[in-house]
């Protein structure tokens, strides 16, 4: 049994900014950022939106960085995943998926969010044999090839750019005529000479050869027509999901989205236990957000943790 005064699950930007509060405050913090330590900033390229930068900085240096000052402050940054947490005592206790026991007076559950899947067919036959959820992470295998992004967010139209660095074409690959991404970054693809928008598509299969794949078949969303596109990687990215499914069962309650329940300030439904960042947030799912929302359930856990010791 390890005791603490704060367990932060997570160790991206809102866990981060929430150990830079909890440190400075003279608590005793542990993260418990599960395997991927830093997660889905780690798979975006240039961030230009997050203040301080003058030049667009790297995600993976971006959390290096934040890391650097985490430890420096004292902070324990370990790659365990949270599979369960017991809150009918006090202190609470967490379980990690290597089997370690944590103990302690406050918790902060900033878990962030996952890629979410298209589910069509072919998708989970060809994951890691053409298609994939991390352009930064994979773009390089697809040099010299065609390839279709799927989605109409930021994330899609980053990825689309950063694939071109390396493919000698990308389909960019859309369900409707709007797109969420900002204005600046859908009209730098717009004039892209290497990108090409297939709209109003959504995949309907993903289709391979040999153990990769080989072309995607899309589905007009409009008359239903189907079109093939001969590419040889698809990467999805059409949004996420809060990664709270290791809540269940602990009373800490999440919405019907997945987001993790606030019922006051940044309190989840434990006296105790706070959240911060994309795992309690269905809206506005920024780094410099998540990082804000960090310090909010990390001045509250330094309140209760301060009453309660
Ligand atoms: P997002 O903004 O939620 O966009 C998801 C896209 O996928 C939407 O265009 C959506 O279409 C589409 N989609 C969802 N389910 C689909 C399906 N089953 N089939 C086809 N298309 C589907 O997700 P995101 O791009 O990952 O961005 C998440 C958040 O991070 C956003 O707030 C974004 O601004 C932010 N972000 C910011 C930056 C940056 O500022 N540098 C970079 C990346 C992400 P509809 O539009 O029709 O719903």
């Not at 072919?122 to 991390?134: D, L, P, R, T």
């Not at 004039?191 to 040999?210: A, R, S, T």
């Not at 990664?243 to 006051?264: C, H, R, W, Y």
């Not at 989840?268 to 780094?287: K, L, M, N, P």
């Given at each position: 049994?390890i005791?603490?005064?704060?367990?932060i699950?997570?160790?991206?930007?809102a866990?981060?900014?929430?150990?830079i509060?909890t440190?400075r405050?003279?608590l005793?913090?542990?993260?418990?950022?599960?395997a991927?330590?830093?997660g889905?900033?780690l798979?975006t390229?240039?961030?230009?939106?997050?203040?301080?930068?003058?030049?667009?900085?790297?995600?993976?240096?971006?959390?290096?960085?934040m890391?650097?000052?985490?430890?420096?402050?004292?902070?324990?940054?370990?790659?365990?995943?949270?599979?369960?947490?017991d809150?009918?005592?006090?202190?609470?206790?967490?379980?990690?998926?290597?089997?370690?026991?944590?103990?302690?007076l406050s918790v902060?559950i900033?878990?962030?969010?996952?890629?979410?899947?298209?589910?069509?067919k072919?998708?989970?036959e060809?994951?890691?044999k053409?298609?994939?959820a991390?352009?930064?992470?994979?773009?390089?295998?697809?040099r010299?090839?065609?390839v279709c992004?799927?989605?109409?967010?930021?994330?899609?139209?980053?990825?689309?750019?950063?694939?071109?660095?390396?493919?000698?074409?990308v389909?960019?690959?859309?369900r409707?005529?709007?797109?969420r991404?900002?204005?600046?970054t859908?009209q730098?693809?717009?004039?892209?000479?290497?990108?090409?928008m297939?709209?109003?598509?959504v995949?309907?299969?993903i289709?391979?050869?040999?153990?990769?794949?080989?072309?995607?078949?899309?589905?007009?969303?409009?008359d239903?027509?189907?079109?093939?596109?001969?590419v040889?990687?698809?990467?999805?990215?059409?949004?996420?999901?809060?990664?709270?499914a290791?809540?269940?069962?602990?009373?800490?309650?999440?919405?019907p989205?997945?987001?993790v329940?606030?019922v006051?300030?940044?309190?989840?439904?434990?006296?105790?236990?706070?959240?911060?960042?994309?795992?309690?947030?269905?809206?506005y799912r920024q780094?410099?957000?998540?990082?804000?929302s960090?310090?909010?359930?990390?001045?509250?856990?330094i309140?209760?943790v301060n009453?309660?010791?």
């Amino acid at each position: 049994m390890i005791k603490t005064d704060i367990v932060i699950i997570g160790a991206g930007p809102a866990a981060c900014s929430a150990a830079i509060y909890t440190l400075r405050a003279g608590l005793k913090t542990i993260m418990l950022g599960g395997a991927s330590l830093g997660g889905q900033l780690l798979q975006t390229n240039d961030i230009e939106n997050y203040p301080g930068f003058i030049e667009p900085v790297g995600g993976f240096e971006l959390m290096d960085r934040m890391h650097k000052q985490c430890k420096r402050l004292g902070a324990e940054i370990l790659g365990e995943t949270v599979v369960k947490i017991d809150t009918s005592a006090k202190p609470f206790k967490l379980f990690t998926q290597s089997g370690k026991e944590y103990e302690a007076l406050s918790v902060i559950i900033a878990t962030g969010a996952a890629a979410r899947w298209l589910g069509a067919k072919g998708e989970a036959e060809y994951k890691g044999k053409g298609v994939s959820a991390c352009a930064t992470c994979d773009g390089f295998f697809f040099r010299g090839k065609e390839v279709c992004v799927i989605g109409g967010g930021n994330t899609a139209f980053e990825d689309a750019l950063f694939l071109t660095n390396f493919c000698t074409k990308v389909y960019l690959v859309h369900r409707r005529a709007g797109f969420r991404a900002d204005a600046t970054t859908v009209q730098k693809a717009k004039n892209h000479p290497k990108i090409e928008m297939l709209i109003p598509y959504v995949v309907d299969e993903i289709k391979g050869e040999n153990g990769s794949v080989n072309a995607a078949v899309l589905k007009n969303t409009q008359d239903a027509a189907l079109k093939e596109v001969k590419v040889q990687g698809v990467f999805v990215a059409v949004g996420s999901v809060p990664q709270t499914a290791f809540l269940a069962g602990s009373g800490i309650e999440t919405m019907p989205d997945g987001t993790v329940k606030i019922v006051n300030r940044t309190q989840t439904t434990v006296e105790g236990i706070f959240t911060a960042g994309d795992c309690a947030d269905a809206i506005y799912r920024q780094a410099v957000v998540a990082a804000g929302s960090g310090a909010k359930a990390a001045i509250d856990a330094i309140a209760y943790v301060n009453l309660h010791k």
